[in-house]
């Protein structure tokens, strides 16, 4: 049940009246939690039910066996199950239609969260919790399709809170953000997705090279509001439960380095590559060690979207451009950085269009066809007969609210909590007319819910 | 504790998106209906649910290698009035028979798309007589033959749909490729099996020549300077074993329009003759009739397919005034050129726009079919109709909710899945009439 539907707003506000009326009797409102996070996993399919709890119970005692010994060497067998087993489960999911047998569902990001409680426990990082509430924590529902992968031991604190409520800052901020994914959803990302962008990545040698250059541009932001819809419409979700999920996105395309980038574009995956995975890499005290370990992050980070030579490529590329600024960095060590306005939009040009050209990997269905869209681009034709002046002006406005100052956001947030609960039902309920008369073929998935 | 004024605003918003759609007259509106309620809470159970009563059963549609047919099937979607496909019949039955297909069609076609894979399906099962026919270079980024390599330059392109040729000779395949010296194409085959080969080309009074070479062998030097200007074909057999072969103008100016290759064993030559925006007007009115015919007879086809139509459907005052006159003259010339020869017109494929947040059929597609095949069983021709075959309307819009995808996102063109499966549905109309012509 993706956030798109209406069946899974029915739940949600079943779920919220259900939560807060529970949450005088404790454990309850948990409990309940967990029940609605196993009936997401049942409606994705039945054989999540099974699979799901167990390896969570597995890794729920192998959590407690690394924290009842205090010995490393010992604590390496558990450690080494967990990692195992949960890395299996995603490339179980990810590769059982091969053998004939269909889960919709990757647990790639279950996965990722069940690996924060072992091994944050492992490292002496977390402490144990109790086992209804690592369930909980775990399943989370509105994480279960694409994030944002968040600690369990960040999460599991929370569901503790004694007389804790939801103030009416806090709810107006889920709603608002609820309200926010959505419009980043329908508005733009399915609309730049549907009327330009599938096409020219679908067939490029049919466009011109400026349709293609545009189509292009336009999946860059596709990309982003889709995603970054789907976190907010999460965390919004989570937020009217009194939980706080992290940020995924911070305006990645306003990054003045490759670096800077990946402190702004999916920050939960990121994060989780460089504490779990590039942490973990030997020699860092080597000379080399860490350039390569970069490369190899991100060309992990690459593959686990798809055993797919793009996706290879997309990770190889960030992580060359990562270590070759990470060189550069060290090779100019102490040297002041520029504060020129100049550079500053020069070095952010650079960074988004590296970044463009590796989503043209990231999108493309082959290493062909991505060489096809490279093709078109450099064949130099501008002309541009597909993109119709609403296309250019959704395209625009993306881009534009993109830069918007930080403050109008706040702004907006501030103006629509000031609002009587009346009037944000009205608002609600105009952005329902908005993406009816807008959106044209109904939602496509979300495109990180398919990794 | 249940936080007031969040509660408030979403029991509002609730209220409303319930009421919404039942206010009468108001029903398009968004909201909750009592359906969207009960989804919400409704599992699929994993354990058999009391049979619905059955639906009616949805066209089949075969996968691209789907088991050979081995009963002749009816085939509804494919019209063969009598006698229509009959001379096309005996050559696939006469035995050690080279049969040769031409398929007219548009962009799919360019990029060898449906095309190649009736190619490979009738070749499978009758023998592969040689790839056909082949432009000389990339008329279009995308224009493609399947296993083919082809690299070209120094060529001045001239597709009969675009920059079009003054003169209007666009030779068997609709373009014209005028190249000075040191202008050259080289195809790789898919395979070293084919024997001969044959370069149409121009001979005009300051016609240049051009050599063929394959490795470093020059197979044969073409001077194409002629007293009069006509269509001319160089015929030359292939050293055995030739994979690579190499055309270059060596001096003046010379004008071609297109290779064969074939191979001296029987079976089927399925030749993919695909214009770029192509429609049946631009072989009325761009395709000068002299040059067409000696074309058309030197190729000597058993079966000439007619597919167009994807870009005629979006002209309803078109297909309502010349259409049907102009499809008829088209008929007329192909069969004034060969009389024997059997002609079939293939209906373009479902094409989809979006109307009322949902893709549908274009409004005038259907009507463009009606009246294919309306002069198809006026002017004795098969007539297959792919829309139908596909699923009728609303195929696009289903083809493109099928994962992996069938069709592009322009709701038009089919992605290689699509076209296989198209091709497949062809192929197994054609070869399900021939089993019952045959018994």
């Known amino acids: 049940m993706l956030p798109t539907t209406s069946e899974y707003y029915c739940l949600l506000v079943v779920v919220f009246f259900a939560f807060w009326l529970l949450r005088g009797s404790g454990r309850a409102s948990v409990g309940l939690v967990l029940l609605v996070n196993l009936f997401f996993y049942a409606r994705w399919g039945w054989s999540y039910l099974a699979l799901v709890p167990a390896a969570a119970t597995v890794d729920f005692f192998l959590a407690r066996a690394i924290a009842g010994t205090g010995r490393k060497p ?56 109790g086992y209804l509430t690592y369930l909980t924590s775990v399943t989370f529902f509105p994480t279960v399709a694409a994030g944002p992968i968040t600690r369990v031991a960040a999460l599991a604190p929370q569901w503790n809170w004694k007389g804790k409520t939801l103030t009416s800052e806090e709810g107006g901020r889920a709603l608002f953000l609820i309200g926010l994914g959505l419009a980043k959803k329908f508005l733009i990302a399915d609309y730049l997705g549907n009327n330009l962008v599938n096409r020219v990545f679908d067939l490029p040698t049919l466009y011109s090279g400026g349709d293609v250059l545009l189509g292009v541009y336009a999946y860059a932001f596709q990309l982003y509001y889709d995603f970054s819809g789907y976190s907010d419409i999460a965390i919004g979700s989570a937020l009217l439960l009194g939980i706080r999920l992290p940020a995924n996105f911070n305006a990645p395309y306003r990054a003045t380095n490759l670096a800077d980038f990946w402190r702004r574009w999916h920050i939960t995956f990121s994060n989780w590559l ?178 | 504790m249940l936080p007031r004024k969040t509660a408030l605003a979403i029991a509002t918003f609730t209220l409303i998106a319930l009421l919404a759609p039942n206010i009468p007259g108001k029903e398009h509106l968004p909201g909750i209906t009592p359906r969207n309620v009960a989804a919400a809470f409704t599992l699929r159970m994993p354990w058999p649910v009391p049979a619905l009563p059955p639906a009616p059963p949805a066209p089949s549609v075969p996968v691209a290698n789907a088991p050979k047919i081995v009963a002749a099937a009816p085939q509804p979607n494919l019209s063969v009035p009598p006698g229509s496909l009959d001379h096309f019949f005996d050559a696939l039955a006469r035995p050690g028979a080279t049969v040769r297909i031409l398929h007219y069609g548009d962009s799919p076609t360019t990029a060898d798309s449906i095309t190649a894979d009736v190619r490979r399906l009738l070749q499978r099962r009758f023998g592969d007589a040689g790839h056909g026919f082949l432009l000389i270079a990339k008329p279009w980024a995308w224009y493609g033959h399947n296993g083919i390599e082809l690299n070209a330059s120094g060529w001045k392109i001239e597709p009969a749909s675009q920059d079009r040729a003054a003169d209007h000779f666009h030779g068997l395949g609709g373009v014209s490729f005028r190249g000075e010296s040191g202008a050259y194409s080289r195809v790789t085959l898919p395979d070293d099996k084919h024997t001969d080969a044959v370069v149409y080309y121009l001979a005009q009074l300051d ?32 050293p055995e074993g030739t994979k690579e072969v190499e055309l270059r103008v060596t001096s003046g ?187």
Not at chain 2, 210 to 238: Q, R, Y
Not at chain 2, 383 to 410: I, K
Request: proline share 5%; glycine share 8%.
């Open chain 1, 74 to 129: 010992i604590q390496r067998l558990p450690i080494s199950i967990s990692i195992a087993m949960n890395l299996g489960l995603i490339v179980f999911c990810r590769y059982a239609p091969a053998t004939g047998l269909f889960l919709p569902l990757t647990l790639s990001f279950y996965a990722f969260q069940a690996l924060t409680y072992t091994l944050d426990i492992y490292r002496g990082d977390a402490r144990p919790v």
């Open chain 1, 274 to 451: 460089r504490d779990y995975l590039y942490f973990s890499l030997p020699g860092k005290r080597t000379k080399w060690m860490p350039y390569l370990g970069l490369v190899i992050t991100m060309v992990a980070g690459g593959v686990w979207h798809g055993a797919n030579g793009t996706f290879a490529i997309w990770g190889l590329l960030h992580g060359v451009g990562l270590a070759l600024f990470r060189f550069w960095q060290a090779a100019r060590r102490g040297a002041k950085a520029s504060e020129s306005r100049g550079i500053k939009i020069g070095a952010g040009l650079l960074t988004f269009h590296f970044v463009l050209l590796a989503w043209i990997f990231f999108r493309a269905a082959s290493v062909a066809t991505a060489l096809q869209i490279l093709s078109q681009i450099g064949s130099l034709h501008w002309n541009v007969v597909n993109a119709t002046p609403q296309f250019v002006l959704v395209l625009a406005i993306a881009a534009a609210c993109h830069f918007v100052p930080k403050d109008w956001y706040d702004l907006s947030l501030l103006n629509f909590n000031r609002t009587p609960a009346v009037l944000q039902a009205a608002a609600m309920t105009l952005l329902l007319l908005a993406i009816r008369t807008v959106s044209s073929t109904g939602a496509a998935p979300f495109i990180y819910s398919k990794f």
């Open chain 2, 207 to 238: 016609g240049g020549s051009f050599t063929v070479s394959a490795g470093d062998t020059v197979i044969t030097s073409v001077n194409t300077a002629a007293e009069e200007k006509k269509p001319g074909f160089a015929e030359f057999a292939l």
């Open chain 2, 253 to 439: 100016r010379v004008r071609l329009f297109g290779y064969r290759f074939d191979k001296d064993t029987p079976g089927v030559q399925y030749s993919s003759l695909g214009v770029n925006g192509a429609q049946v007007q631009m072989l009325v009115r761009y395709f000068e009739v002299g040059q067409w015919t000696a074309a058309l007879r030197h190729e000597n086809p058993d079966l000439v397919v007619v597919n167009y139509g994807t870009n005629e459907s979006i002209f309803p005052e078109y297909i309502d005034g010349e259409y049907p006159d102009e499809l008829r003259k088209v008929i007329a010339r192909i069969r004034a050129a060969l009389p024997g020869a059997s002609v079939l017109i293939m209906s373009p494929m479902d094409r989809g726009v979006m109307e009322g947040g949902a893709i549908v059929t274009a409004p005038a597609l259907e009507k463009l079919i009606d009246v294919q095949k309306r002069i198809a069983a006026e002017t004795g021709c098969a007539f297959f109709n792919t829309f139908q075959a596909m699923g009728g309307a609303g195929t696009m819009g289903r083809w493109y909710a099928e994962q992996p995808r069938l069709v592009s996102a322009d709701f038009t063109h089919p992605l290689p899945q699509g076209a296989a499966r198209v091709g497949a549905l062809f192929e197994q109309a054609l070869v399900s009439a021939y089993e019952s012509a045959r018994r």
